[in-house]
């Protein structure tokens, strides 16, 4: 009710990203009542529910069928992928079109509301502090020194300040994404052949081109992250730096 007339206050989504696990006829009703209610105290608003990632329209065709406002957020990631050639993610990122086009005509509007350049869950954290997913990565990650004297690994977090004479400090998982002997896990930007910095650049703009082709079909869509420290390919300003990413998007 707070921010129900506040101007930068377009909408609502009730929940981010719940797992794929939950039943989907509890969380329909979730998002029924959450709706109901969003929409007594701010009409005006649009109601944005997350697919739990089942982005399909067996899922949601005739849900909520005829209602004002409301779109499908849903998160299009390569970094969970299994090791693939070039060509296997960049068929990846043109085949979302086709996904995307069908629930835009056949359920609601779609916002693709995070998606990177990743290939790879190399990046430090991305599965969880330390790691907490079993079996990742998948590939032999790069290591770049770690910022030590930046807020990325800042007071209070576990294992730090950040011994470099250490190897990775617990809690952690069974994989590499935590800093090791003051090295970081970052992509893996040789996956593909890539021998000199160009070759990257080059790889970087086919695939940023061909997502941003597929996502353009949709509603909207918010790239992940604004900012990281480390690693370019999750790094929204140095992609626009490197010349990847298009400054004005909407000249795209």
Same mark, same amino acid.
């Given at each position: 009710k707070r921010y129900a007339s506040h101007p930068a206050v377009l909408g609502l989504q009730p929940v981010n990203e719940p797992w794929e696990l939950t039943p989907i006829k509890v969380l329909k009703t979730y998002y029924w009542k959450s709706y109901k209610r969003v929409k007594a105290?701010?009409?005006?608003?649009?109601?944005?529910l997350?697919?739990?990632?089942?982005?399909?329209?067996?899922?949601?065709?005739d849900f909520m069928r005829g209602c004002p406002d409301i779109a499908i957020d849903t998160h299009i990631y390569q970094a969970w992928m299994n090791p693939g050639t070039k060509e296997d993610f960049y068929s990846n990122a043109c085949q979302q079109k086709y996904t995307i086009t069908d629930i835009e005509n056949a359920v609601m509007p779609v916002i693709v509301g995070?998606?990177?350049?990743?290939?790879?869950?190399?990046?430090?954290?991305?599965?969880g502090f330390n790691d907490n997913l079993p079996g990742f990565p998948k590939v032999i990650c790069q290591?770049?020194?770690? $910022? +030590?004297?930046?807020? /990325?690994?800042?007071?209070?977090?576990?294992?730090?300040?950040?011994?470099?004479?250490? $190897? +990775?400090?617990?809690? /952690?998982?069974t994989g590499t994404s935590g800093p090791s002997f003051g090295l970081c896990p970052v992509n893996s930007n040789v996956t593909f052949g890539q021998k000199t910095p160009e070759d990257e650049l080059k790889f970087m703009k086919n695939l940023m081109s061909k997502?941003?082709?597929a996502w353009l079909l949709g509603h909207g869509f918010y790239f992940w992250n604004f900012k990281t420290e480390l690693d370019t390919r999750w790094?929204?300003?140095?992609?626009?730096?490197?010349?990847v990413m298009p400054k004005n998007i909407s000249d795209y």
């Open positions: 105290l701010a009409p005006h608003w649009k109601f944005v997350h697919d739990s990632f089942r982005f399909g329209r067996e899922f949601w065709l995070e998606w990177s350049l990743g290939t790879d869950n190399c990046a430090m954290w991305l599965n290591l770049r020194h770690c $910022p +030590i004297e930046s807020t /990325y690994l800042g007071k209070g977090f576990p294992g730090t300040p950040l011994d470099t004479t250490k $190897p +990775i400090q617990g809690p /952690y998982g997502k941003l082709n790094d929204f300003l140095a992609l626009v730096r490197a010349g």
